[in-house]
């Protein structure tokens, strides 16, 4: 699962291109305009590994933290049927994020140092896993709609130019489809269900909105642009062709369940396109720089994680190396 | 054939299944490395597949009940997994010398059980075993790594090893129908798998540089055979059965 690369002002003022050498940025981009893909070994601009590897490493991010929400209910799935499902979700993702953390390798930084990124801030990682996953429906809801939001991203993101990248997707896709079928399947029994399970339902509903809003990140006419990724398909589709991509698909599944969204202006226009009210951009930003309702939460699990597995790590590379005992 | 021998028999196998296989889902998002993940995750659900394979022949053979209602409706006390799969993950050494010791006896088991009397376990005794193999490969190459690895990781394994013994020793607690499974042909019994595990695993642990602890009787944990249970377990089954308590009429 993973959310729009955001790209800050910032981020936009640097892409510079003007200190490589001419020819060969042109017979670059005259592969990738030719629809070729690029390979590991083969010569590229700095600012295309940059942002590359900062969107693959984001996006591995985004699947092993995306995995801890859904993982806490993993032991208190109701069934066999939904815990399996669960189950072999959640390590789906995890599986994507090593996928990941492999195709992000190739461009020249190692998963320890990617990890360490992650902990110390450096690195971003979807704002959608910020926040809790307070009950069952939450699970329903998170398989069904964030998954539907990540698939939307990534079918496009893997027609991108990055050979490994690209084919890291295909399969990401292929398992993702699974998941969204089981989330529509759990979806539809709670809607179906006691007054208690579309309770829940709603209620997670009118939760996610928002977050499903973010996920695309901000509005184009909010987001610094990138002509230069485009053009050398990193990024194919605007944030706001993205998500009304998603609102299409998505919306009318719900509202036909007889669920509502909590947005009295969500509607689908003549033109197509569909018009919600402001979801709070500012939050969007609160919580990308850490003020979301689980930042801190989701850093932590993954600090232990790795703290507490460093010796694992450490007597399978480095078995020479001495262990201190700890003074206290 | 002696229904109650076999009925116990799958209680105590599909319990074990379903607690281990819970306790082993905890380390999905939280290994020492997304590869520990994985195969916890992995081992997990195969371990509640096999458990809802019993759980089904208990149900669709011996007219038990459904097995969601066997899984996720009894009491603490119904249960008869030994205390070692109830204890919390602890340190991944722990988690990973439990994986060890339990799945070593599990495919002994389960081999075993391939030449049972009773076919529909036989059946499923063949099936699994072939998912169970890849268990022990893990634990096994574990040990041996770590145990022949940093010093800290051979210290961890050994006192992982010391603390878990007796736990592990009481899978092999008897059940009250020991001479009628053998009898019968159901099974081979605790005693002559317990005789076969120890074999098993002593060439693995010595080549991990692991020293099996000495055996007191006395010290072996048993009850759980016989819904005598941990401290660990009411909270486990709180946890698992959380959503379903929230309505009990509902179908998820």
Known sequence: MYGSTNITEEDARRMNVSDEEPEKLLAFEDRIARGEKIEPGDWMPKEYRRQLLRMIEQHAHSEIVGALPEGTWITRAPNFRRKLALIAKVQDEIGHGQLLYSAAETLGKTREQMLEDLLNGKSKYSNVFNYPAKTWADIAVIGFLVDGAAIVNQVINSKGSYGPYCRALERICYEESFHLKQGHDNVVYLATGTKHQRAILQDAINRWYRPLLHFFGPPDKMSAHSEKLMKWKVKLASNDDMRNQFLDQYVPKILELDITFPDPNLRKNNDGIWEFSDPDWEEFKRVINGGGPCNAERLEVRRYAEEAGRWVRQALLNPQEKYQVPLA | ?252
């Open chain 2, 1 to 252: 054939m002696n229904n109650n021998a076999v009925k116990e028999l799958l209680y105590k196998m599909a319990d074990d299944a379903l607690i281990i296989g819970h306790r082993n889902s905890e380390w999905t998002g939280i290994g020492p490395m997304l590869e520990e993940d994985l195969a916890f995750s992995s081992i997990a659900q195969d371990k509640i597949g096999h458990a809802l394979a019993l759980y089904t022949i208990l149900h669709d053979v011996l007219g038990e009940p459904h097995p969601d209602q066997l899984g996720f409706m009894r009491k603490e006390k119904d249960f008869h997994c030994c205390q070692y799969v109830e204890q919390p993950i602890g340190e991944y050494d722990f988690s990973l010398m439990r994986q060890f010791l339990f799945d070593n006896a599990e495919l002994l088991r389960y081999e075993a059980l391939t030449r049972s009397s009773f076919e529909p376990l036989a059946q499923l005794a063949r099936k699994a075993k072939g998912e169970i193999k890849y268990h022990v490969m893990h634990g096994d190459t574990f040990m041996k790594q770590l145990g022949n690895g940093s010093e800290e990781s051979q210290a961890r394994l050994q006192s992982a090893l010391n603390n878990s013994w007796h736990l592990a020793l009481g899978i092999f607690e008897n059940s009250e129908f020991e001479k009628e499974l053998i009898q019968e042909g159901i099974f081979t019994g605790e005693e002559e798998l317990k005789r076969k595990w120890l074999e098993k695993i002593t060439p693995t642990l010595e080549a991990a540089n692991l020293k099996l602890p000495a055996t007191e009787e006395n010290k072996i944990v048993y009850g759980g055979r016989k819904g005598s249970h941990s401290e660990f377990l009411t909270p486990l089954l709180n946890e698992m059965t959380e959503v379903v308590r929230t309505d009990i009429d509902a179908e998820w």
